[in-house]
């Protein structure tokens, strides 16, 4: 059985495996079917059950009228379905495209190996997040919650109370375009600062965000997702903009946030694709767009260089890299792609259990094999730069 894991656990594909010639059915469904996912949870707000986007359910559990615009809120279940046919088209569009392009830039054998292992560890990290979510459902049932398989409505009827009752309007902005600007560039100040944190936490680098960082190759569908429970992160996301919009304006302008996020959404599978830097950089509509819609593309791909001094840039997702320059993380993109992935490029074992689990495993071995309150604290919740004195490092070769 031990014997069994360690091989699962140090298992690598190659280029030679068999699953070459099944990378391009596996691209095209895995690259669709995660795409039409992200669309459905992005489903318009005549559905009958909370998700993700579902901009409507939301806004009815936190007991708030979205919007005082009556033609946009008339017409949003149809800008809604635009903007997600849109979203596919150009995600599964540009995933596609990036396949076939990354084996002529990279070389087959070379480009084979860095996709199979990566795609892998980007199913693995989603089966796991979805394996976590149905133990939760599970749990919750078993304190008697109702529909505990819908998680995202469960947390959304909790904060009900809270946000109906605990909401002032501090700020009442008369004009609605005025509001909602400020609203979009204020949601976006928590996101910041929790994706700087990100590298700054030990807990948070090694366990969620450090995968993501990893690949010297990037594909959409071969960079693991920056935080294993992503979808996660888009709940707090839309609730911090209601809360935002409620204190700024006379009514939560969640519909009109969530559709912004979406909008945003389908530049961002620029931000993951190595051989589209030089086209996201050149062409004047992706680039400005990308810019527009808060740091993507060319700039959220710096973000992912190997060079020390980009260790610390482009953390916002406000338009124009707003917090970004205010806060000295911006960086201007460069004329030519860098070198990609962890600073100074070490050499990774490319087994997808160790690319998604290996910071849990270092920072358990770090815990156990270290003495001292002091050393465990700053060994969970230290900065990314404390070292451990007894260490092992499991992503390494």
Not at 78 to 86: C, D, M, Q, S, Y
Not at 107 to 136: A, C, P, Q, T, W
Not at 149 to 154: A, I, K, S
Request: net charge positive.
């Amino acid at each position: 059985m031990i014997k069994t894991l360690k091989k699962i656990w140090n298992f690598e594909f190659s280029s030679e495996s068999f699953l070459v010639k099944l990378m391009i059915p596996l691209t095209i469904l895995l690259g669709a079917g995660y795409v039409a996912l992200e669309v459905l949870l992005g489903q318009h707000p005549e559905a009958n059950q909370v998700s993700v986007f579902n901009s409507e359910s939301i806004s009815k559990a936190i007991n708030k009228s979205s919007g005082s615009n009556e033609w946009f809120v008339h017409h949003f279940a149809e800008i809604w379905i635009a903007v997600a046919v849109l979203c596919f088209v150009v995600r599964f569009a540009v995933i596609i495209h990036s396949f076939f392009q990354s084996k002529k830039v990279f070389g087959e054998k070379k480009f084979s190996r860095y996709f199979l292992n990566y795609s892998m560890s980007f199913i693995l990290s989603l089966f796991f997040g979805l394996l976590v979510l149905m133990v939760l459902a599970f749990v919750l049932k078993l304190f008697g919650v109702e529909n505990s398989v819908n998680v995202f409505q469960w947390f959304a009827l909790k904060m009900k109370a809270f946000f109906t009752n605990n909401i002032p309007n501090i700020i009442e902005i008369k004009s609605y375009w005025l509001a909602l600007t400020l609203s979009i560039f204020l949601v976006s100040l928590p996101d910041h600062f929790f994706h700087w944190f990100s590298h700054k936490s030990r807990f948070l680098w090694y366990v969620f965000h450090r995968p993501h960082h990893c690949p010297e190759i990037l594909h959409p569908m071969a960079a693991p997702p920056a935080y294993v429970f992503d979808f996660f992160v888009i709940i707090p996301y839309v609730f911090v903009g209601s809360i935002i919009s409620s204190l700024i304006y006379t009514e939560s302008l969640v519909l009109e946030l969530s559709l912004w996020f979406m909008l945003g959404y389908f530049m961002e599978i620029f931000n993951h694709s190595s051989v589209h830097y030089n086209f996201a950089l050149k062409n004047p509509i992706v680039r400005n767009l990308s810019r527009i819609f808060g740091g993507k593309g060319v700039y959220h791909l710096v973000h992912h260089s190997a060079y020390e001094q980009d260790q610390e840039v482009y953390f916002s997702a406000a338009p124009f890299s707003f917090w970004d320059r205010v806060f000295g993380t911006y960086r201007k993109p460069y004329d030519s792609i860098p070198d990609l992935g962890l600073t100074h490029q070490p050499a990774i074992k490319l087994s997808p259990f160790r690319i998604i689990f290996s910071g849990v495993f270092q920072l358990g071995y770090e815990f156990f094999h270290n003495k001292g309150f002091a050393t465990k604290w700053k060994i969970i919740f230290g900065s990314i730069h404390y070292q451990a004195p007894v260490s092992k490092d499991y992503l390494k070769v």
